[in-house]
């Protein structure tokens, strides 16, 4: 075995770049994420871990709502931009154009190819991040990135996060099926 412990630091590949939409004092702000997953299936529940300084936890702990929205490469630079500056500096309420949902105080970003409305089920105090748990209460996903009437990681372009090296990256080749390709191995 030739491998190097590292200490424990949360190195865990892929990770996706999501944007979380929450309004702070009535106004939309977008926070770039990439510490996001799926935490449950029925009912669907995502959770994310916001640090305790972002400017977003005001807009999630006010309206018990928020939003993941899912940027595609076209969207790369405002992304970024998101991660850069904090809605306590700078007014990022028209980068994006805003949509609401059924819960009314979740702003989701339009030219986002995914966008999922949620509202917040627990909210946790890990240390230096609040961990956001949101029951995923609809999801809006642009016409034409669906097929068979399911969303289409190709068609979506998702940008993908590398937090060692610092880059994003996109989804590479298809490589096989899930709960498919298994059935070749025998040992
Ligand atoms: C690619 C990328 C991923 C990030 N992921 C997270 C994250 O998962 N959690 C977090 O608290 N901050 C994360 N950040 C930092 C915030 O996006 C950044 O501090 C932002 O300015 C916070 O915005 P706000 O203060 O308006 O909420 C990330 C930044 C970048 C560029």
């Known amino acids: 075995m030739d491998k190097l412990a590292m200490g424990p ?4 590949f892929p990770m996706p770049t999501v944007l979380i939409g929450a309004n702070v004092n009535e106004k939309p702000n ?36 928020f939003s993941v929205n899912m940027p595609s490469r076209k969207q790369l630079a405002k992304t970024d931009y998101c991660g850069l500056v904090s809605g306590n500096m ?5 980068i994006f154009e805003s949509f609401y949902g059924k819960l009314e105080t979740a702003p989701m970003a339009s ?11 627990t909210s946790l105090d890990l240390g230096s991040h609040f961990l956001f748990i949101g029951e995923i209460v609809d999801v809006y996903v642009d016409k034409d990135c669906i097929t068979d009437g399911l969303p289409d990681i190709q068609k979506v372009d998702p ?9 994003y ?6 490589i096989g099926k899930a709960y498919s390709i298994g059935k070749e191995y025998k040992k």
């Open 169 to 174: 990256w996109s989804v590479g080749e298809n």
């Open 159 to 167: 940008v993908i996060y590398s937090m060692s090296q610092g880059n």
């Open 90 to 94: 700078v007014d990022k309420s028209a």
């Open 30 to 65: 977008y926070m770039a994420a990439a510490w996001a997953s799926i935490a449950n299936w029925v009912p669907p529940m995502v959770a994310v871990a916001v640090n305790h300084a972002r400017y977003t936890n005001k807009g999630i702990n006010e309206n018990r709502t």
């Open 9 to 12: 630091r949360p190195y865990l």
């Open 111 to 121: 030219e986002c190819p995914v966008s999922l409305e949620c509202k917040l089920h």
